[in-house]
Nanobody
């Protein structure tokens, strides 16, 4: 089994910063891609940022220029540094990982989510 666990959410003032972390554990052969999605109340889940095992990144429109995704392949972790936060960034942030448990078996796993609230 595989576990995906996020941490680092919380309450921050507008203009502030937060760093989210995600750790993947269990039977892992490789993690080709890992990243973050978010879902605000009444809205669809949307892409925040993804990063491949080779370091290629893909950001959602709302994250470009303010958020930075990184990963540590040796530790099976990823981090999302969020700067210049706005009230509209308020959402539950989910880590999502594409995981190969064997060379021929791939699946996607979600974490339980971490709440980020941007408010004064």
């Amino acid at each position: 089994q595989v576990q995906v666990v996020e941490s680092g959410g919380g309450l921050v003032q507008p203009g502030g910063s937060l760093n989210l972390s995600c750790a993947v554990s269990g039977r892992i052969f490789s993690i080709p891609s890992i990243g973050w999605f978010r879902q605000a109340p009444g809205k669809q889940r949307e892409l925040v940022a993804l990063i491949t095992s080779t370091g290629t990144t893909n950001y959602g429109a709302s994250a470009k220029g303010r958020f930075t995704i990184s990963r540590d392949n040796a530790k099976n972790t990823t981090a999302l540094q969020m700067n210049l936060l706005k009230p509209e960034d308020t959402a539950v942030y989910y880590c999502n990982a594409q995981i190969r448990t064997t060379p021929s078996h791939t699946s996607w796993s979600w974490g339980q989510g971490t709440q980020v609230t941007v408010s004064s």
